[in-house]
């Protein structure tokens, strides 16, 4: 990747939106998915109409270094809902660590809602769902790792993201630069990706 940069002239990443499709070069010239990954996203069928929904919490909700807004449940909920309510949406791809706020944005759309199903934490805790992998079999580290791969697939394929702080559904608009992404809660430090976002 070092070298790809220093070939074609390119410096760090700024924080600008164009960073995100000179990403999208790099990362389509080094990298691609295997046919499992593609298979497990083509069977969620997302369309244009679908909005994708990321809230990262657990261990975020305990967060105490400044790294960005804590956002809780209730208030991205708020948010979901204000969003579907003003605008032509079919169904909600919604991902996140913890299994009650799918509950939950399930319980307000009974029939829009599409998960992959996964492993997930039961309760908001200062524990972060990646750290369950440190001492689990090689299989289950392997579907932890799969499951954030297709889930941030899925989000790139919506027309829409709203997202709390995470990389990962950052990451998103690095594999489509052009899917609309909203960040809920600011980013206090200059990192790629997770910094630039409208908001």
């Known amino acids: 990747l070092f070298e790809y940069k220093i ?15 000179k990403a999208n070069k790099i990362f ?19 369309n244009n109409k679908t909005i994708g929904v990321h809230y990262r919490g657990t261990d975020k909700n305990y967060n105490h270094s400044g790294e960005a807004n ?6 991205m909920i ?20 913890e299994q009650s706020f799918i509950n939950e944005i399930i319980q307000l759309y009974p029939n829009k809602v599409i998960e992959y199903k996964q492993t997930r934490s039961n309760n908001s ?5 990646h750290r369950h992998g440190q001492n689990s079999s090689d299989r289950d580290r392997d579907n932890l790792t ?20 995470s ?6 608009k690095i594999l489509n630069p052009y899917v609309k992404l909203y960040t809920v ?15």
């Open 70 to 75: 804590y956002i809780t449940k209730q208030e």
């Open 78 to 97: 708020l948010i979901v809902k204000d969003y579907m309510e003003n605008n032509d949406i079919e169904q909600i791809f919604c991902c996140s660590d």
């Open 7 to 21: 070939k074609n002239k390119i410096g760090s990443f700024e924080l600008n939106t164009e960073s995100f499709e």
């Open 146 to 165: 799969y499951s954030c791969i297709i889930d941030m697939l899925a989000l790139s394929k919506c027309s829409t993201i709203i997202k709390t702080s």
């Open 125 to 129: 805790n200062n524990y972060g769902l």
């Open 28 to 46: 389509n010239k080094y990298f691609k998915f295997n046919d499992f990954i593609i298979d497990e996203v083509n069977k969620l069928n997302i």
């Open 185 to 199: 809660s600011a980013m206090k430090h200059p990192w790629f990706p997770a910094a630039v976002a409208e908001r």
């Open 167 to 172: 990389a990962l559904s950052s990451f998103s």
